[in-house]
């Protein structure tokens, strides 16, 4: 999980809530049925932002997620597809 | 001779970009490109439009080459090309490179086909293409789908707004076909400078402006443009740089403004032409997803579909009931009598026994192809055809991308492994649709060692049959190989970790066109490829056998097999095998027959051959394909881990025998 604040979670010692950090919700962290707009795209690698955009995934589209596993599920549109948690961690959504 | 000319224009046809592009029409002829999103229906576009058949299927990924052919309408003057499917220009694997090659850097008239009910979805890549300055028409396929959603486009209205011919089309009906024919032999080059958003396209001129699309790529952080920029014109590539950054900052921020302000533009272009209807899945659909992906009822399903459509179609109709019929009946009845009576005519005993003798092209070549490997074959690419069609393959990639992390790959992976099961050689080209270089060794290696292709896999059932324990033994054993190959490669490959991402298509009632065509295609596609090999290997050994040569290579061999415990005559089909694993294992499946071999020696002899070295011909792929070195290793790899295997699963059966 990468935070707002600090990056990769790690480099912050874990990004604790209640340390006031901002954690981020991201489509990794969304429920079955939930509903979504994308806010911004913070990949781990410049390749998998471009995953994400092939994909039809930026800022201002809305998606709702279908499944949680055994990979994230989200439909935009008519269209549904499938990604890793490590892909859908770099989705950062506004609900 | 014709062998060899055989595979010199497979070699050719296989090629990555250059060497397709290089099957080009007379000077003379129009070119049309189709280009889209995966699984939009290109092909079966493609497949209207020319008559010709490339393979369509409700996956992405099936195109992993580029195949060309004459507008069947008017052969003499259109040349119609397909390419495999891309998500947008900025490639992430190998097959969306060749589709961006064939684009960017071919001629004539760019057919763009997109699915009616996203357009939203595909019109950011129909602007991209407009900045190229070249005949360009817009195709909506799959209008039927949309009606029945009814979010069917209105095509005229956003004709006039592109100033571009847009045609609604159901590419599998035909509908809209000669509307789309008629609209490209007309296409003019569009009005161009609107289509690339206006910051972005003052920097992209200004860095190279007779192409302001490799210019927009280049900075968008695509290796292959940054470079070629830099190399060309290093100081527009500096001031072009430091105008990104100052502007949008790193290659990334770049690429999302671009991406948003494209997506900006499509939608006030679609306002007006799509109805207003709020897109809901169905709900039948949900819930078979629900069913198929569930965590117990997925996995269930898997479980089903390999017995029922594996095991017991093409285990057992396919390689007993068909298998045995066409041996005994066709050949035993029909053919042999009359060919051994023809034969006894020829007037030279090493002429008759090329024709006929034990090693004979008709008894041997012929027979193997169409008695033991044909049915096999036929059945599982109508099995896979059949899952195809439905769209229960991209579910099963998702459903095992967990699983198939642990071994290096991504659930993508999951769709050339399971083909291998049909022929591993078709296979090795597939692995083409992963992304990273790790990626596709690893599978590449698990392919040529521990997937049985069907020919292996029903010869290998056919042999076993007697022995349910032996079969049971060599299925545990080729799991255990799988596994072990896959974490063992993992480990050693260096690399990071794959990343999986893949688009659903709905699930559909497969039709019994598309299923036979397809089927119909790959067994073709397999019979060009095998068939002269098996006439082939047949001429080899019958040589061999009139010179002495296969006495003294077989010899070569038979400490190897006394090592696992085989009678001598199984050296015989080692050395088969080298021409076909599946070609080997029906020589085993001949000494069954005769009752040569004990259980122990069955299971051995099956185990060694299934894991034993790949054939020719995907030795020959995995060269094209990976290189030399990596096909060496492999081919190394394969033989070891066989003779290892095989003779400890030998040994340990015999110990267990003796012991009981």
């Given at each position: 999980?990468?935070?707002?604040?600090?990056?990769?979670?790690?480099?912050?010692?874990?990004?604790?809530i209640?340390?006031?950090?901002?954690?981020?919700?991201?489509?990794?962290?969304?429920?079955?049925?939930?509903?979504?707009?994308?806010?911004?795209?913070?990949?781990?690698?410049s390749?998998d932002?471009?995953?994400?955009?092939?994909?039809?995934?930026?800022?201002?589209v809305?998606?709702?997620?279908?499944?949680?596993?055994?990979?994230?599920?989200?439909r935009?549109?008519?269209?549904?597809?499938?990604?890793?948690?490590?892909?859908?961690?770099?989705?950062?959504?506004?609900? | 001779?014709?062998?060899?000319?055989?595979?010199?224009?497979?070699?050719?046809?296989?090629?990555?970009?250059?060497?397709?592009?290089?099957v080009?029409?007379?000077?003379?002829?129009a070119?049309?490109?189709?280009?889209?999103?995966?699984?939009?229906?290109?092909?079966?576009?493609?497949?209207?439009?020319?008559?010709?058949?490339?393979?369509?299927?409700?996956?992405?990924?099936?195109?992993?080459?580029?195949?060309?052919?004459?507008?069947?309408?008017?052969?003499?003057?259109?040349?119609?090309?397909?390419?495999?499917?891309?998500?947008?220009?900025?490639?992430?694997?190998?097959?969306?490179?060749?589709?961006?090659?064939?684009?960017?850097?071919?001629?004539?008239?760019?057919?763009?086909?997109?699915?009616?009910?996203?357009?939203?979805?595909?019109?950011?890549?129909?602007?991209?293409?407009?900045?190229?300055g070249?005949?360009?028409?817009?195709?909506?396929?799959?209008?039927?789908?949309?009606?029945?959603?009814?979010?069917?486009?209105?095509?005229?209205?956003?004709?006039?707004?592109?100033?571009?011919?847009?045609?609604?089309?159901?590419?599998?009906?035909?509908?809209?076909?000669?509307?789309?024919?008629?609209?490209?032999?007309?296409?003019?080059?569009?009005?161009?400078?609107?289509?690339?958003?206006r910051?972005f396209?003052?920097?992209?001129?200004?860095?190279?402006?007779?192409?302001?699309?490799?210019?927009?790529?280049?900075?968008?952080?695509?290796?292959?443009?940054?470079?070629?920029?830099?190399?060309?014109?290093?100081?527009?590539?500096?001031?072009?740089?430091?105008?990104?950054?100052?502007?949008?900052?790193?290659?990334?921020?770049?690429?999302?403004?671009?991406a948003?302000?494209?997506?900006?533009?499509?939608?006030?272009?679609?306002?007006?032409?799509?109805?207003?209807?709020?897109?809901?899945r169905?709900?039948?659909?949900?819930?078979?997803?629900?069913?198929?992906?569930?965590?117990?009822?997925?996995?269930?399903?898997?479980?089903?579909?390999?017995?029922?459509g594996?095991?017991?179609?093409?285990?057992?109709?396919?390689?007993?009931?068909?298998?045995?019929?066409?041996?005994?009946?066709?050949?035993?009845?029909?053919v042999?009598?009359?060919?051994?009576?023809a034969?006894?005519?020829?007037p030279?005993a090493?002429?008759?026994?090329?024709?006929?003798?034990?090693?004979?092209?008709?008894?041997?070549?012929?027979?193997?192809?169409?008695?033991?490997?044909?049915?096999?074959?036929?059945?599982?690419?109508?099995?896979?055809?059949?899952?195809?069609?439905?769209?229960?393959?991209?579910?099963?990639?998702?459903?095992?991308?967990r699983?198939?992390k642990r071994?290096g790959?991504?659930?993508?992976?999951?769709?050339?492994?399971?083909?291998?099961?049909?022929?591993?050689?078709?296979a090795?080209?597939?692995?083409r649709?992963?992304?990273?270089k790790r990626?596709?060794?690893?599978?590449?290696?698990?392919?040529?060692?521990?997937?049985?292709?069907?020919?292996?896999?029903?010869?290998?059932?056919?042999?076993?049959s007697?022995?349910?324990?032996?079969?049971?033994?060599?299925?545990?054993?080729?799991?255990?190989?799988?596994?072990?190959?896959?974490?063992?490669?993992?480990?050693?490959?260096?690399?990071?970790?794959?990343?999986?991402?893949?688009?659903?298509?709905?699930?559909?009632?497969?039709?019994?066109?598309?299923?036979?065509?397809?089927?119909?295609?790959r067994v073709r596609?397999?019979?060009a490829?095998?068939?002269?090999?098996?006439?082939?290997?047949?001429?080899?050994?019958?040589?061999?056998?009139?010179?002495?040569?296969?006495?003294?290579?077989?010899?070569?061999?038979v400490p190897?097999?006394?090592?696992?415990?085989?009678?001598?005559?199984?050296?015989a089909?080692?050395?088969?095998?080298?021409?076909?694993?599946?070609?080997?294992?029906?020589?085993?499946?001949?000494?069954?027959?005769?009752?040569?071999?004990d259980?122990?020696a069955?299971?051995?002899?099956?185990?060694?051959?299934?894991?034993?070295?790949?054939c020719?011909?995907?030795?020959?792929?995995?060269?094209?394909?990976?290189?030399?070195?990596v096909?060496?290793?492999?081919?190394?790899?394969?033989?070891?881990?066989?003779?290892?295997?095989?003779?400890?699963?030998?040994?340990?059966?015999?110990?267990?025998?003796?012991?009981?």
């Amino acid at each position: 999980v990468k935070c707002e604040m600090c990056g990769p979670a790690a480099a912050c010692g874990g990004c604790p809530i209640a340390s006031g950090f901002y954690l981020p919700t991201t489509l990794a962290t969304l429920q079955p049925g939930e509903r979504a707009t994308v806010e911004k795209l913070v990949p781990e690698q410049s390749s998998d932002l471009r995953k994400l955009l092939g994909l039809g995934l930026m800022p201002g589209v809305d998606v709702e997620v279908e499944r949680a596993w055994p990979a994230v599920v989200v439909r935009m549109g008519f269209q549904s597809v499938a990604l890793d948690g490590a892909l859908a961690a770099g989705v950062v959504v506004t609900r | 001779m014709r062998f060899m000319r055989f595979w010199s224009e497979r070699e050719a046809d296989g090629g990555v970009a250059t060497a397709d592009l290089a099957v080009v029409p007379a000077a003379a002829c129009a070119r049309w490109l189709l280009v889209g999103a995966p699984n939009v229906g290109k092909s079966a576009l493609f497949g209207r439009l020319t008559g010709r058949y490339a393979n369509v299927s409700n996956y992405p990924g099936t195109s992993v080459e580029i195949s060309g052919g004459a507008l069947a309408a008017a052969p003499d003057c259109v040349h119609v090309t397909d390419t495999p499917g891309m998500h947008a220009l900025l490639a992430v694997t190998d097959e969306e490179r060749v589709a961006r090659r064939a684009v960017l850097d071919g001629s004539g008239t760019i057919i763009h086909v997109a699915d009616a009910s996203h357009l939203d979805y595909a019109l950011p890549l129909t602007l991209q293409l407009l900045s190229l300055g070249r005949p360009l028409v817009l195709v909506c396929n799959l209008m039927d789908e949309a009606r029945a959603r009814g979010v069917a486009p209105d095509c005229a209205m956003l004709a006039e707004r592109l100033g571009i011919p847009v045609v609604g089309t159901v590419a599998t009906t035909g509908e809209g076909v000669d509307a789309l024919i008629a609209a490209a032999l007309a296409a003019a080059v569009p009005r161009d400078g609107w289509a690339q958003p206006r910051p972005f396209a003052d920097v992209a001129q200004a860095l190279d402006p007779a192409q302001p699309l490799a210019a927009e790529l280049a900075l968008a952080g695509d290796d292959d443009y940054a470079r070629a920029a830099q190399a060309r014109t290093p100081g527009r590539w500096c001031a072009a740089l430091s105008a990104r950054v100052a502007h949008w900052g790193d290659e990334s921020a770049f690429a999302v403004a671009l991406a948003m302000a494209r997506r900006r533009m499509a939608l006030a272009l679609l306002d007006g032409v799509l109805p207003a209807a709020v897109p809901q899945r169905a709900r039948a659909q949900r819930a078979i997803d629900r069913w198929l992906l569930g965590p117990v009822t997925g996995f269930l399903t898997v479980a089903l579909v390999l017995y029922v459509g594996f095991y017991l179609f093409v285990g057992r109709f396919g390689a007993g009931t068909l298998v045995d019929w066409i041996e005994r009946v066709v050949f035993g009845e029909w053919v042999n009598p009359v060919v051994q009576r023809a034969a006894a005519l020829l007037p030279w005993a090493p002429l008759r026994d090329l024709v006929a003798g034990q090693y004979g092209l008709l008894t041997l070549g012929v027979r193997y192809a169409v008695a033991i490997v044909l049915p096999i074959v036929g059945t599982f690419f109508l099995m896979f055809a059949l899952l195809e069609d439905a769209g229960y393959l991209p579910r099963l990639a998702l459903l095992l991308d967990r699983g198939m992390k642990r071994i290096g790959l991504s659930g993508r992976a999951v769709i050339p492994l399971v083909l291998g099961f049909g022929c591993n050689t078709m296979a090795t080209l597939v692995t083409r649709t992963l992304e990273t270089k790790r990626e596709r060794v690893i599978a590449t290696l698990l392919l040529a060692i521990s997937i049985p292709c069907s020919a292996q896999l029903g010869v290998v059932l056919g042999i076993l049959s007697r022995t349910p324990m032996g079969l049971a033994v060599w299925a545990l054993v080729m799991l255990g190989v799988f596994v072990a190959v896959g974490l063992g490669a993992a480990r050693l490959m260096p690399g990071a970790a794959p990343t999986f991402y893949l688009e659903l298509p709905p699930l559909r009632v497969p039709q019994a066109r598309n299923v036979l065509l397809k089927t119909a295609t790959r067994v073709r596609w397999y019979f060009a490829e095998i068939f002269p090999l098996f006439l082939l290997a047949s001429v080899i050994l019958w040589a061999g056998d009139l010179t002495g040569v296969l006495a003294r290579a077989t010899r070569l061999l038979v400490p190897l097999v006394r090592l696992l415990h085989l009678p001598d005559a199984a050296a015989a089909a080692f050395l088969y095998g080298f021409f076909r694993r599946d070609f080997g294992a029906a020589g085993l499946y001949d000494m069954a027959a005769r009752g040569m071999l004990d259980a122990a020696a069955l299971t051995t002899a099956a185990v060694t051959i299934t894991l034993f070295i790949p054939c020719i011909a995907q030795f020959l792929v995995m060269k094209k394909e990976r290189g030399l070195k990596v096909a060496l290793s492999v081919l190394a790899a394969a033989t070891t881990t066989a003779f290892v295997v095989g003779g400890l699963v030998g040994w340990a059966m015999r110990l267990a025998g003796g012991a009981a």
